[in-house]
């Protein structure tokens, strides 16, 4: 199993470009998340999918969009990049929410994004 | 929310047990407590969870104390490999499903 694959690893952007972070799994898991991860700091929630067709926002989904079109997949599209978008983006999935309990989240290696 | 409070950095020595603590005095009956660890910037990954019951797999111990307002990981053997920044969470009761809110963590330095 390769788990939570996000694609790409690195990545330069110039202020005001855009680009799709991709994030794939191969673990039938019902949810999806994307955090943020900026230096020397925690994890921040950026948008989450409990399911296909549903997405909803997190604590920082500012500057951000996502979609669920199958289980399997959930991009995160930023439309202008800014400086402050520079960050470490990482994807995770679950096999369920809150409402079970004690289901871990599987995290992927990340996608480290630099604004200029 | 329930909150979680751990200490910034800990060291220990290489082969002995590492210990680290975490309180949650606001957690509710329903909330789980979750343990991750994120080595040198790559994606945090799952150690072991709880809800009362103190819990073992083949990486770490739970325990969870009667009041469930702290607990503490315990690395029975702890390697170089197990350096690393260990985060406590607690499942949130806010509108997003299963969001797991991540502090700054306890900075593990394994020494030899």
């Known amino acids: 199993n390769a788990g939570v694959t996000q694609t790409p690893k690195f990545r330069i952007l110039k202020i005001g470009q855009s680009m799709t972070l991709q994030c794939t799994q191969d673990?039938?898991?019902?949810?999806m998340y994307w955090y943020r991860q900026d230096p020397g700091m925690g994890l921040k929630l950026i948008y989450y999918s409990v399911g296909a067709g549903i997405t909803d926002k997190g604590e920082v989904p500012n500057g951000y969009n996502v979609s669920r079109s199958t289980t399997e997949d959930f991009p995160l599209r930023l439309e202008l990049a800014a400086p402050s978008q520079t960050s470490v983006y990482f994807c995770?999935?679950?096999?369920?929410?809150?409402?079970?309990?004690?289901?871990?989240?599987?995290f992927g290696d990340g996608t480290r994004l630099s604004i200029l | 929310d329930a909150k979680t409070t751990q200490p910034p950095s800990m060291d220990c020595a290489e082969g002995r047990a590492a210990n680290l603590p975490c309180n949650h005095s606001?957690?509710?009956?329903?909330?789980?407590v979750y343990w991750y660890r994120q080595i040198h910037s790559q994606g945090p990954q799952y150690i072991i969870h709880?809800?009362?019951n103190n819990e073992t797999n083949e990486m770490a111990s739970l325990i969870i104390t009667e009041d469930r307002k702290s607990s503490t990981l315990i690395l029975p053997h702890a390697t170089l490999r197990d350096t690393a920044v260990y985060y406590c969470?607690?499942?949130?009761?806010?509108?997003?499903?299963?969001?797991?809110?991540f502090g700054k963590g306890t900075k593990l330095s394994v020494k030899p």
């Open positions: 995770a999935s679950s096999y369920a929410g809150r409402e079970v309990g004690g289901q871990p989240q599987h």
């Open positions: 709880g809800l009362k």
């Open positions: 673990m039938n898991h019902n949810y």
């Open positions: 969470i607690v499942r949130v009761t806010g509108g997003s499903q299963g969001n797991l809110i």
């Open positions: 606001t957690i509710s009956g329903n909330e789980y």
